[in-house]
């Protein structure tokens, strides 16, 4: 009997939700991603909808119609506008904080020793072990060089603070200049390119911007692995990864838009001047940043020893190579 009753209570719940219509229950999750892409009015991606994508993108467009000016400008100007007043600052802040960590080692190798020789003496005295010792070392030392970095106010952490500005900016804009071209096709773009790429709805087919594009990437990688005396393990992996991913980003260049090609290779570009110009002394004083002993007052000079040096040592390993085959 109350099976009989609750089969009819389920078939009378059943029959109020077919009249109703059908509901859909999504998880919370799911729901927002729903949500997001019924607001998309272009049937583009959702992550195409972010805040930050859809502000690039109205910038774009403001600078274009606000001014007047040709795509290919409009794509410029930003770039260089939002380069020079965001990433610049941030770049400065950041040789700066870093010239400062270096000129704290001397403090800190100085407060090692005195904590290593004041943990040690009390050790001794207490009969204690020698990794009760190291224990000690460790939490005071690590808590003294806090305190330090702390009230010179370098803490590790604000050399982070460019990727974490640089690499969000890049993308929204990226995927602001997707959405123009391929999802909304804004016709004006189909006429206001530059020189051998005047169609920006299509892939520049010359491979100049993808090549250039990679090219900076490259000397980039370089130049600030020579302003590294003695880099480590973990830094010479990041540096193999990141020369590969520059290499892997050519071919992709070359098959999106080349309103997004053009901008990924003037970002590169400018960060090229950008390091350039940074690497000298003179620049360096004037912009607050202090003088280390790291630092090489010609700068050039070494990273074309640098490259003398690498392109001897690879063209001998083609030589070894070669005399293996044979």
Not at 1 to 25: F, N, S, T, V, W
Not at 86 to 107: E, G, N, R
Not at 208 to 217: A, D, S
């Given at each position: 009997?109350?099976?009989?009753?609750?089969?009819?209570?389920?078939?009378?719940?059943?029959?109020?939700?077919?009249?109703?219509?059908?509901?859909?229950?999504?998880?919370?999750?799911?729901?927002l991603l729903h949500?997001?892409?019924?607001?998309?009015?272009?049937?583009?991606?959702?992550?195409?909808?972010?805040?930050?994508?859809?502000?690039?993108?109205?910038?774009?467009?403001?600078?274009?119609?606000?001014?007047?000016?040709?795509?290919?400008?409009?794509?410029?100007?930003?770039?260089?506008?939002?380069?020079?007043?965001?990433?610049?600052?941030?770049?400065?802040?950041?040789?700066?904080?870093?010239?400062?960590?270096?000129?704290?080692?001397?403090?800190?190798?100085?407060?090692?020793?005195?904590?290593?020789?004041?943990?040690?003496?009390?050790?001794?005295?207490?009969?204690?072990?020698?990794?009760?010792?190291?224990?000690?070392?460790?939490?005071?030392?690590?808590?003294?060089?806090?305190?330090?970095?702390?009230?010179?106010?370098?803490?590790?952490?604000?050399?982070?603070?460019?990727?974490?500005?640089?690499?969000?900016?890049?993308?929204?804009?990226?995927?602001?200049?997707?959405?123009?071209?391929?999802?909304?096709?804004?016709?004006?773009?189909?006429?206001?390119?530059?020189?051998?790429?005047?169609?920006?709805?299509?892939?520049?087919?010359?491979?100049?911007?993808?090549?250039?594009?990679?090219?900076?990437?490259?000397?980039?990688?370089?130049?600030?692995?020579?302003?590294?005396?003695?880099?480590?393990?973990?830094?010479?992996?990041?540096?193999?990864?990141?020369?590969?991913?520059?290499?892997?980003?050519?071919?992709?260049?070359?098959?999106?838009?080349?309103?997004?090609?053009?901008?990924?290779?003037?970002?590169?570009?400018?960060?090229?001047?950008?390091?350039?110009?940074?690497?000298?002394?003179?620049?360096?004083?004037?912009?607050?940043?202090?003088?280390?002993?790291?630092?090489?007052?010609?700068?050039?000079?070494?990273?074309?020893t640098i490259f003398?040096?690498?392109?001897?040592?690879?063209?001998?390993?083609?030589?070894?190579?070669?005399?293996?085959?044979?």
């Open positions: 009997m109350l099976r009989r009753l609750e089969l009819k209570r389920y078939g009378q719940q059943a029959c109020g939700m077919l009249r109703a219509g059908p509901r859909i229950y999504l998880q919370p999750s799911v729901a949500h997001s892409a019924v607001l998309s009015s272009d049937n583009s991606p959702i992550y195409s909808t972010y805040f930050p994508v859809t502000c690039a993108e109205s910038l774009l467009q403001g600078v274009h119609t606000g001014l007047s000016m040709p795509w290919w400008l409009t794509i410029a100007v930003t770039t260089i506008a939002l380069r020079t007043c965001i990433t610049l600052p941030l770049t400065i802040y950041q040789q700066k904080k870093s010239a400062k960590l270096v000129l704290l080692q001397p403090v800190v190798k100085e407060i090692s020793e005195a904590v290593k020789y004041n943990v040690a003496t009390k050790c001794r005295r207490e009969n204690l072990p020698v990794e009760v010792a190291e224990e000690r070392y460790k939490t005071l030392f690590t808590g003294m060089v806090r305190d330090l970095y702390r009230n010179e106010g370098c803490q590790p952490f604000k050399l982070f603070l460019l990727p974490w500005t640089q690499m969000p900016l890049w993308i929204s804009i990226s995927l602001g200049l997707r959405n123009l071209s391929i999802y909304k096709a804004d016709p004006s773009m189909a006429s206001e390119g530059l020189a051998w790429f005047p169609n920006l709805l299509l892939p520049e087919s010359t491979w100049i911007l993808p090549i250039t594009f990679g090219l900076c990437n490259l000397l980039n990688i370089e130049m600030n692995a020579a302003g590294r005396q003695a880099p480590g393990r973990i830094q010479a992996v990041m540096k193999k990864c990141f020369i590969t991913l520059s290499i892997v980003m050519v071919p992709v260049a070359s098959q999106i838009p080349s309103c997004m090609s053009f901008y990924w290779t003037l970002s590169s570009l400018y960060s090229l001047v950008q390091n350039s110009v940074l690497m000298l002394p003179s620049v360096k004083r004037k912009v607050g940043i202090p003088q280390t002993t790291k630092e090489s007052k010609q700068p050039f000079k070494d990273i074309y003398k040096i690498r392109i001897k040592k690879f063209v001998q390993l083609q030589k070894q190579a070669s005399g293996k085959d044979r």
